[in-house]
């Protein structure tokens, strides 16, 4: 998808007029409008793109038993439900694997083994929907950007991106005893 407020023509014309001396637009110039586009330009744009997304993604399964929106805006389809276990506290570890894709399909993470984290560790779309599956439930999630990695983005994953991910949760282990300590008695 190509950005109307970039047309590559001009900027191609405009980096032979700088290279040749006879630039129309000054160093200042340049760096203000890039600097706007990238900070309020392109996060608007893919902020609206991305609230497109997860408004086709509701709509198309508005009828599918297996899919929610919890009151956040986090979009999911339970797969499998796993046990009647589940993560409930934000320090839970939990043991996954997953794939992580953009909007349009393209995948941008992954796990080919299991990996191990604590709930408090990722981005709130996780935290949120991993406590709604047990131990060996697999959950589809579509991530509104404010809660995966918002307005600036992180990494390849640019502002404002919605973002998919397909996770099995192998198994987790509830805080409480995480960090069991012997009682001590009163004599101690």
Do not use: C, H
């Given at each position: 998808?190509?950005?109307s407020?970039?047309?590559p ?16 637009v000054?160093?200042?110039?340049a ?9 309020v ?6 902020l ?5 997304f997860?408004?086709q ?23 499998r ?5 589940r ?15 953009f ?19 990722v981005?709130?779309?996780w935290?949120?929907g991993?406590?709604?599956i ?19 983005g ?11 991910f397909?996770?099995n ?8 005893t ?7 008695s009163?004599?101690?």
């Amino acid at each position: 998808m190509t950005d109307s407020t970039l047309n590559p023509k001009l900027i191609a014309a405009g980096l032979i007029d700088a290279f040749e001396g006879r630039s129309k637009v000054t160093r200042e110039d340049a760096t203000k409008f890039l600097q706007e586009y990238f900070m309020v330009r392109l996060p608007a744009k893919r902020l609206k793109e991305s609230e497109e997304f997860i408004s086709q993604i509701e709509e198309k399964n508005r009828n599918n038993a297996d899919f929610g929106r919890t009151e956040s805006g986090l979009l999911y389809q339970i797969i499998r439900p796993g046990s009647s276990e589940r993560p409930t506290s934000e320090l839970d570890k939990v043991r996954v694997t997953y794939v992580g894709t953009f909007k349009n399909g393209t995948e941008f993470d992954s796990s080919k083994d299991t990996v191990e984290f604590a709930l408090n560790r990722v981005i709130r779309g996780w935290t949120e929907g991993l406590q709604l599956i047990g131990k060996g439930g697999e959950i589809r999630l579509w991530i509104p950007p404010d809660l995966a990695y918002g307005q600036y983005g992180r990494g390849n994953i640019g502002p404002n991106e919605a973002l998919v991910f397909d996770i099995n949760l192998i198994d987790f282990t509830p805080a409480q005893t995480q960090e069991e300590t012997p009682a001590m008695s009163p004599g101690m």
